[in-house]
């Protein structure tokens, strides 16, 4: 029987491309927020199943959680990143980033824990740089990748039949680094950032380790910057 993945966030960017790399081995669920927005990849990956739902609308989350009884991979992709100081963040940015960054992820996985202890499954947490160091004008984002990791690490600890990965990447070329690079100013070059694919191919590293061995975080740094 082939392990099935979940994987958040799948209609684009880093999500699509974990979706790519998994595919050949994994049966696929894909998230997003609308059935459209997912269209192009269930096209390009036809065994995918579309698992649309707002990840901050917790009943839609849980009518779209209540059918998988058994999941060997769970990947927290979706994330959002609204950049600015302090002194500009409004309280609404900061609910808005911890709500799909860190309340979203644990409730998803509080949904899923009985479907994730059935098949011994991997928790795969999308981090970022941001998540081990925080940088001026990266308040809220940082803060909610902080807090993340700091989720992953309680769910070790009381979910010993589970494994849990963190990975923290660093910037990577997708739409939101576009947006990103469009707010700080400045030219747009793909060669400074990481490629999707070789972050997809770490989660797979993750997902693959023998079991004797724990992944507990992973880092990727662009050669470019690091
Ligand atoms: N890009 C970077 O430089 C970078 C670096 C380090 C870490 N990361 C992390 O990597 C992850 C993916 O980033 P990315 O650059 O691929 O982002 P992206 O291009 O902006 O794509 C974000 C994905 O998340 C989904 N999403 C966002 N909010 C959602 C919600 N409320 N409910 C359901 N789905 C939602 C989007 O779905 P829709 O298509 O429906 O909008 C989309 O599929 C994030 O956790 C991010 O923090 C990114």
Do not use: C
């Not at 011994?120 to 993340?148: D, E, M, P, Q, T």
Request: charged share 20%.
């Amino acid at each position: 029987m082939r392990p099935t993945a979940l994987i958040t966030g799948a209609s684009r960017g880093l999500g699509a491309a974990i979706a790519r790399e998994l595919a050949p081995t994994h049966d696929l669920l894909l998230g997003a927020r609308s059935p459209e927005a997912l269209s192009p990849m269930l096209e390009e990956l036809p065994g995918a199943v579309g698992w649309p739902a707002d990840l901050t609308d917790h009943d839609a989350v849980a009518a779209a959680a209540a059918g998988i009884e058994r999941l060997d991979v769970l990947v927290h992709n979706a994330g959002v990143a609204d950049l600015g100081t302090v002194a500009d963040t409004t309280a609404e940015v900061w609910r808005r980033t911890f709500e799909a960054n860190v309340v979203a992820v644990a409730e998803l996985t509080r949904l899923l824990l009985p479907a994730l202890r059935s098949a011994n499954g991997h928790v795969v947490l999308i981090n970022s740089g941001a998540g081990l160091r925080a940088n001026a004008g990266w308040g809220a984002y940082a803060a909610s990748k902080f807090a993340l990791r700091a989720f992953g690490d309680a769910l070790r600890l009381e979910e010993p039949a589970l494994r849990v990965t963190s990975i923290h990447p660093g910037r990577i070329d997708t739409d939101m680094q576009r947006d990103i690079v469009a707010t700080e100013g400045g030219e747009y070059d793909p060669g400074q950032f990481l490629k999707a694919t070789t972050v997809a191919g770490a989660v797979r590293g993750a997902i693959e380790t023998p079991r004797d061995a724990h992944p507990t975080e992973v880092v990727l740094r662009p050669i470019a910057r690091s």
